[in-house]
């Protein structure tokens, strides 16, 4: 089950649920997406591709276990 609020974790410690939101014309998470990924308190490291990938990963593994 998801978390109600839409909020990310405060600490940055849970995977972004906001990787799941993508523009209908790309397919891709908007430029927001990045920039909130790569600040703090999450942080999150790679190129695009790599932070994206590895956030529906972490995800998928985080959420299969609720």
């Known amino acids: ?11 940055g410690s ?3 649920l906001s990787a ?6 790309t397919g891709w998470p908007s430029t ?3 920039k ?3 600040r703090a308190p999450y942080k999150r490291q790679g190129d ?6 590895r ?3 972490k995800l998928a ?6």
Do not use: N, Q
């Open 20 to 25: 799941l939101v993508v523009l209908k014309d």
């Open 61 to 66: 593994e985080h959420y299969a276990t609720r």
């Open 32 to 34: 927001g997406f990045f």
């Open 14 to 16: 849970l995977p972004l």
């Open 36 to 38: 909130l990924a790569r």
């Open 1 to 11: 089950m998801l978390p109600s609020g839409g909020a990310e974790s405060p600490d």
């Open 55 to 57: 956030e529906i990963e």
């Open 48 to 53: 695009d591709v790599v932070l994206w990938t």
